[in-house]
Each structure stands twice: as C-alpha cells, then as structure tokens.
C-alpha cells in the first residue's frame, strides 16, 4: 500500500444531479467520447425537459481538485426509461466511473417506479457492450447502419434493455 503525503488525498467520486450550469463540461467530455458532438445549447435545451434527469460524476484527484469525469441522462416516461447518452472522459476511461453512472441511473428509474430501462450501444463498443450485460442487460434487437458519423458503412447499434421491477 502506498502511504501518501498527509495532504494528499486518495482519489475520491462523486455523483450529483446535473445543472444547467454543467452544460460546457457535458459537451466537452461526449466530444471526447463520441464522433458527433452535442453542443452545450442542445444539452441545455434536453435538461429543460420535464422527463429527463442526468447525473454528473465528479472525481476529485490527491491534490484536491474535482472536475468532471463523466455523466449520463435518462428519459423517464409511461413507466419506461431510456439511457440517451452516456460518456467517461477520456483519461478516466475504464476506472468504474460508467458503472457508477449507470447504477445511479438504475436507482432513479427504480425510485420512478419504471419497468425497463432501454439503451442503444454500438455493436463494436465491446466494453460497453460488457458493462451492460453485467448489469444485467440482454440484448433486444440490432439497428444495422445506425451509427454512420461520416462512415461510408454504418455500424450496427445493438438495442438492449433491462427488467426494473
């Protein structure tokens, strides 16, 4: 175990609801993640919307600093939900912060009393793919050429969903 300096802190995360005032580092951190980016105008005008609630996950480093890390945000309706996006910055990419999301997502719709949580991933994001499978989704169905983003060939988007209650 590594004994660190008595004003370092571990690595610590956090998650809060997102605000309005959150939209630079959500267009910021799904520019980084994803081929078309959303601009701060489109996320501030999705987060007016009644039905739609997004977490932002905040990691604050050893020498105390937080900043963003990642987010996602849910359309809850008619008893169904959907994941509309979900993104990790890059440089904490694969240290359980898209779990946490997700988790937290999951409780929310439980809290809504949902039936099933819905989101679409590409077919070729393996990681994703996993993480959504160990937390218990199952794949309902495929959109071929969904995702182009300039591609000439589209790549498929495989549709999965969740059981809540």
Not at 15 to 43: K, M, N, P, Y
Not at 72 to 95: C, H, K, P, W, Y
Not at 142 to 150: D, L, M
Request: charge should be negative; glycine fraction near 8%.
């Amino acid at each position: 175990m590594i004994n660190l300096p008595q004003w370092l802190d571990p690595p610590e995360l956090r998650i809060r609801s997102v605000t309005q005032d959150d939209c630079g580092d959500l267009a910021r951190i799904h520019a980084g993640s994803f081929g078309r980016d959303w601009s701060e105008a489109e996320f501030d005008a999705l987060l007016r919307q009644d039905n739609i609630h997004a977490f932002l996950a905040l990691r604050r480093n050893t020498f105390r600093r937080s900043g963003p890390a990642g987010f996602v945000i849910v359309r809850v309706a008619d008893g169904d939900s959907e994941i509309l996006t979900i993104a990790v910055a890059q440089n904490f990419q694969g240290t359980g912060i898209g779990r946490r999301l997700m988790e937290e997502a999951l409780r929310l719709v439980y809290r809504e009393g949902v039936e099933t949580l819905h989101l679409e991933v590409e077919a070729e994001n393996h990681v994703a793919v996993g993480l959504y499978r160990s937390l218990d989704f199952e794949t309902v169905g495929e959109r071929k050429a969904y995702y182009s983003q300039g591609r000439s060939e589209g790549r498929t988007a495989l549709v999965m969903r969740r059981q809540v209650r």
